[in-house]
Nanobody
């Protein structure tokens, strides 16, 4: 059974940091491309950061220099370190796994940046 589960969201003040985790099971994590997306109220879901099976990364312009995506294939887990958070980073963050015709999504974790 495939499972993709996000954790680590919460309420943080502007300028603060959070670390999101995505725990995966039921598929060959190490050979799948992984990504973080987010969706703010009233907006479309957007790509935040992605990491391929070789470890290459790409980021949305809005988070470059502030967010870092990483993966630990031994733990079947992906991370998103978010620093210097801004109110506009407020959204539900989703974990995505893609490959070989598969497209798996987690339920999302809420990140709220507010004073």
């Amino acid at each position: 059974q495939v499972q993709v589960a996000e954790s680590g969201g919460g309420l943080v003040q502007p300028g603060g940091s959070l670390r999101l985790s995505c725990a995966a099971s039921g598929f060959s994590f190490r050979i799948y491309a992984m990504a973080w997306y987010r969706q703010a109220p009233g907006k479309q879901r957007e790509l935040v950061a992605a990491i391929n099976r070789g470890g290459s990364t790409n980021y949305a312009d809005s988070v470059k220099g502030r967010f870092t995506i990483s993966r630990d294939n031994a733990k079947n887990t992906m991370y998103l370190q978010m620093n210097s958070l801004k109110p506009e980073d407020t959204a539900v963050y989703y974990c995505n796994a893609r490959g070989f015709g598969d497209d798996y999504w987690g339920q999302g974790t809420q990140v709220t940046v507010s004073s």
